[in-house]
């Protein structure tokens, strides 16, 4: 399997990722195991404290957060778990935009099959011949899992690739100055080393505020496209 993926954009940008290792979402996933079982052995010594039997609505409600942990934690923490977040490795989506609840929801429900039932054979099988890190699961959904690593050499250096036939997307850019773009490239690279892509919300915000523009794509690649856009016609000017 490749160490490696290049996603393209629809923006004709190429972003290029380490996949995660089979040995990261292993010990992601055992990780997020042990927080399950220390949730499940919370509620085991509370009940053992007072004494008390739980009927059985009470054990469904409790079980909720057990059976829909992965699926919730992708949703509300971009695509991570607390397994992922500790291993560094990530949800992305192959065409770049940021994935959607459905996304998550089958991966989710062929998580149940991959790795409940099957004891994660059928998801190591599959990511191991597929060479895009990909699960069935993600296959389903259109996405793969990357690590993110701290790259402590980045300074205000662009973070994209162009392709030789790049196309400006969104010509409003020139609207933004030279602070501005190199304000949005210390970000990105802080955000990168803290592993925190929540930081680039509120700047993908403002610039879009402050041009106009509207787009789906993830904050993320909303602003490496935004940081191409401009220094390409800042190159022909």
Do not use: C
């Not at 409600?61 to 971009?78: C, D, G, R, S, T």
């Not at 099957?118 to 690590?147: C, F, H, P, W």
């Amino acid at each position: 399997m490749s160490s490696t993926i290049t996603i393209q954009t629809a923006q004709n940008v190429r972003l290029n990722y380490e996949l995660a290792s089979v040995g990261d979402r292993i010990l992601a996933t055992l990780i997020d195991g042990l927080v399950l079982l220390a949730y499940g052995l919370i509620w085991v010594v509370v009940f053992t404290s007072i004494g008390s039997q739980p009927e059985t609505a009470v054990l469904i409600l409790l079980a909720l957060p057990y059976m829909l942990y992965h699926l919730l934690m992708e949703i509300f923490f971009n695509g991570q778990s607390i397994g992922k977040r500790s291993m560094s490795i990530q949800v992305v989506k192959l065409d770049g935009s940021t994935p959607s609840v459905s996304d998550y929801l089958l991966r989710w429900m062929f998580r149940l099959l991959e790795i409940n039932l099957a004891s994660g054979v059928i998801a190591l099988i599959t990511i191991l011949v597929n060479g895009k890190g990909q699960r069935i699961g993600d296959i389903a959904a259109g996405t793969t899992v990357v690590k993110l690593v701290n790259r402590d050499e980045f300074n205000d250096i662009p973070l994209t690739q162009i392709n030789p036939n790049y196309k400006v997307n969104f010509p409003e850019v020139v609207m933004l100055t030279d602070h501005d773009i190199t304000l949005v490239q210390r970000i990105i690279n802080r955000s990168l080393k803290a592993n925190n892509e929540t930081m680039l919300g509120p700047v993908a915000d403002k610039i879009k505020a402050i041009t106009g523009i509207e787009s789906p794509l993830s904050d993320y690649v909303f602003l490496q496209i935004v940081i191409s856009d401009y220094n390409h016609l800042a190159s022909i000017s």
